[in-house]
């Protein structure tokens, strides 16, 4: 059982579309990182939420930590072929040495 | 500013042999974790470090694997004796501090075992 629960696992959406991927846990996060990768490459970071309730917004990326700290959403609007890729959720909890937990996972798939 | 680095990129051995890691961090970084991601899931942490002190290895599969940290800066990850299901790819990354959640990862190292 995972700590940190991603859904969907996959997703294939054509180009123009909007989609939200959900970041679930029963346990509370002092931050909470949502993370990109490509094939063959590690992952890079998109974004660091450390506030319950806090929205932040690259381009056409938006993020939301929960009132609770417990759970976390990436919403893509129109997407586009380059957004394809692995999306990442990853929790750290301070009292735990602030090790950096990963969900398994959303594997987006973008069609031009 | 120089990226984590990590090598070798890919290794294929038998299984029952040994292989090596290594990983360079971020200049200045004091914090480095070792994780290991099977294909289709998310990064699974093996072992973290703070300077040369283990932070956390509860996950690290100590009958067979084993990472050193020894001057705080590089670090090695060994598997010896390799199973077929360590293969995966073996992602290093870096931050400031344990206070700092914010990993930088290397390229990893896609290991095959056959």
């Known amino acids: 059982t995972q700590l940190l629960e991603q859904s969907p696992q996959f997703l294939s959406i054509q180009e123009g579309e909007n989609l939200t991927v959900y970041c679930n846990s029963s346990?509370?996060?002092?931050?909470l990182q949502w993370y990109r990768q490509e094939p063959g490459e590690g992952p890079v970071l998109l974004v660091t939420?450390?506030?319950?309730?806090e929205v932040k917004k690259l381009k056409r990326l938006t993020f939301q930590f929960g009132d609770a700290r417990k759970d976390s959403s990436l919403h893509i609007t129109a997407a586009q072929p380059g957004d394809t890729g692995l999306y990442l959720c990853?929790?750290?909890?301070?009292?735990?040495?602030?090790?950096?937990?990963f969900g398994g996972g959303t594997r987006l798939m973008v069609k031009p | 500013e120089a990226g984590v680095a990590q090598s070798p990129r890919y290794k294929i051995i038998e299984k029952r042999q040994s292989v090596a890691f290594w990983c360079n961090p971020i200049?200045?970084?004091?914090?480095l974790y070792w994780y290991q991601q099977i294909l289709g899931q998310g990064p699974k942490l093996l072992i973290q470090?703070?300077?040369?002190?283990?932070?956390?290895d509860s996950q690290l599969p100590k009958d067979r694997f084993s990472a050193e940290r020894l001057k705080g800066v590089d670090s090695t990850l060994k598997i010896q004796p390799a199973k077929l299901e360590d293969s995966a790819v073996y992602l290093c990354?870096?931050?400031?501090?344990?206070?700092?959640?914010?990993?930088?990862f290397g390229q990893g190292t896609r290991l095959t075992v056959v």
């Open positions: 990853a929790g750290a909890i301070r009292n735990a040495g602030n090790m950096l937990t």
């Open positions: 939420v450390v506030t319950g309730g």
């Open positions: 990354a870096s931050s400031w501090d344990r206070s700092d959640t914010e990993a930088f």
């Open positions: 470090f703070q300077n040369n002190g283990v932070v956390d």
């Open positions: 346990s509370v996060f002092s931050s």
């Open positions: 200049s200045g970084h004091a914090t």
